[in-house]
């Protein structure tokens, strides 16, 4: 029973491996413990793995996001209020460390609680005793707290930004999660998985990843981890047998970026073009602007220099240098063709020199 309610995590990779079974060690043990990890690594799945294998798996495992809630609310949702604790409560309401007696609660985001709910954390965590808000009774509760962020906590208590107490308590022991990029080998075992699964929603038959997607989604930093590669994965593949395609899927480096439009809110495209700012190191390459030609020759000298040093760096891979510059692949293959770059070594003009280029 317990192995049909264990959430299911695929990876093979020796780093995940190796993270799976610190869990497997700590779980068994009614310590509370903090899993870390970068959005997106699957710190949720983590914990639900933690309270299904442990000496509570049939008890309830509970979860909350400390992050969507307001200070007043966080307490209320946590620890319950009585009735006329604040303006709307009109009756008693139980929080989830009562819901959650006798297993596990999860607490995600735990690093943006306020101090005063951290305050009433410590002493729950500590002795099991808790108070609801607008109450004056003690109460008690047979909790494990299992507790997620994706920042750095040891640092934010030196700098007072986290209770260091709270965090004594909490770090009984910490699993810390690898993220994607760290586990090439999983990459096209998750993107299988996640396309399979589109695949059977539509009621068609998948027919595969090309090699050539594959290789491409293996070189991506995939900063949003698991959770972007899912989306990816599954946006693609329903593009393309939404388009009755029987070929294997390719890679669409402009399916990267869903908001990708030429009709994307003008706020937005602003956004997008200040994020294309080059790093000191970039920009220290970039010639200085020159006042006797048009702002339109300059404008294009300052992107194609960024487009060349963005290619020269990595070696002419346009997936790279897009990425490098903040943008999405479509984005680069359109300035690449505004300014004439050929699918060749460089751009077809003969007075220019241009980086040689590679595609996907």
Not at 93 to 101: T, Y
Request: hydrophobic share 40%.
């Amino acid at each position: 029973m317990i192995g049909e309610q264990t959430p299911q995590l695929i990876g093979e990779d020796p780093s995940w491996l190796a993270a799976q079974e610190h869990v497997s060690r700590l779980a068994p043990l009614d310590r509370p413990c903090l899993i870390i990890g970068e959005r997106g690594t699957g710190k949720e799945l983590i914990g639900e793995r933690m309270h299904f294998l442990s000496k509570r798996w049939d008890g309830p495992f509970v979860k909350v996001n400390c992050a969507a809630l307001s200070e007043q609310l966080l307490d209320s949702e946590l620890f319950g209020h009585e009735r006329g604790a604040f303006t709307g409560a009109t009756e008693r309401r139980l929080g989830r460390f009562e819901l959650a007696d006798g297993g596990t609660l999860f607490l995600d985001e735990i690093a943006t609680a306020s101090m005063q709910v951290q305050e009433k954390l410590l002493r729950v965590v500590e002795y099991g005793e808790f108070q609801r808000l607008g109450g004056e009774k003690v109460l008690t509760t047979n909790v494990r707290v299992v507790a997620a962020t994706n920042v750095d906590l040891p640092s934010k208590a030196a700098t007072g930004d986290f209770r260091a107490d709270l965090l004594d308590r909490l770090a009984f022991d910490v699993v810390t999660l690898p993220p994607l990029r760290a586990r090439p080998a999983d990459i096209s075992l998750l993107a299988d998985f996640f396309a399979r699964r589109m695949a059977r929603e539509m009621a068609e038959d998948f027919p595969g990843f090309a090699p050539s997607a594959i290789a491409a989604m293996e070189a991506h930093n995939w900063p949003g981890n698991v959770r972007e590669l899912r989306n990816f994965a599954q946006r693609i593949t329903y593009r393309a047998l939404a388009e009755h395609q029987t070929d294997p899927v390719q890679f669409d480096g402009g399916a990267l970026d869903p908001f990708d439009s030429p009709w994307r809110p003008a706020a937005s495209l602003a956004a997008a073009t200040a994020q294309t700012t080059p790093s000191s190191d970039t920009a220290a390459a970039l010639p200085p602007p020159v006042l006797d030609i048009s702002f339109e020759d300059q404008t294009r000298l300052f992107e194609t220099s960024l487009i060349d040093t963005a290619l020269s760096a990595f070696d002419g891979h346009q997936g790279k240098a897009a990425r490098a510059l903040d943008l999405s692949y479509h984005q680069f293959r359109g300035l690449l063709k505004k300014h004439g770059y050929g699918k060749g070594a460089g751009k077809p003009q003969p007075e220019t020199n241009k980086a040689p280029i590679r595609s996907m």
